[in-house]
């Protein structure tokens, strides 16, 4: 079982940068690979970014692509979405997720953690 915690959410203005972070309890947190999702108001939750488990491979949403980057620290048990550039529309609650496979769609993470506000404002 992986338990996900996330921090780092807040308010900034546009051309901003935060960066997230989401600390995982649990001794087999290298195994999973972590995905960061948003939810804004009104509408569904979507894809951010990915990470294998090595950290070797990673996928982006075409939206956050070149603005966002996403790590992690196997030792730390921690993944990080570093954003940069920010704009309103990435306003949302910032969700992480733990699945064994690399994978994009959220029906197939098992684990997720509370979200984390962002607000950009203009």
């Known amino acids: 079982q992986v338990q996900l915690v996330e921090s780092g959410g807040g308010l900034v203005q546009a051309g901003g940068s935060l960066r997230l972070s989401c600390a995982a309890s649990g001794r087999t947190f290298s195994s999973y690979a972590m995905g960061w999702f948003r939810q804004a108001p009104g509408k569904e939750r979507e894809f951010v970014a990915a990470?294998?488990?090595?950290?070797?491979?990673?996928k982006y949403a075409d939206s956050v692509k070149g603005r966002f980057a996403i790590s992690r620290d196997n030792a730390k048990k921690t993944v990080y979405l570093q954003m940069d550039s920010l704009k309103p529309e990435d306003t949302a609650v910032y969700y992480c997720a733990a699945h064994l496979d690399f994978v994009t769609l959220q029906y197939e993470y098992d684990y997720w953690g509370q979200g984390t506000q962002v607000i950009v404002s203009s």
């Open positions: 990470i294998s488990f090595s950290g070797g491979n990673t």
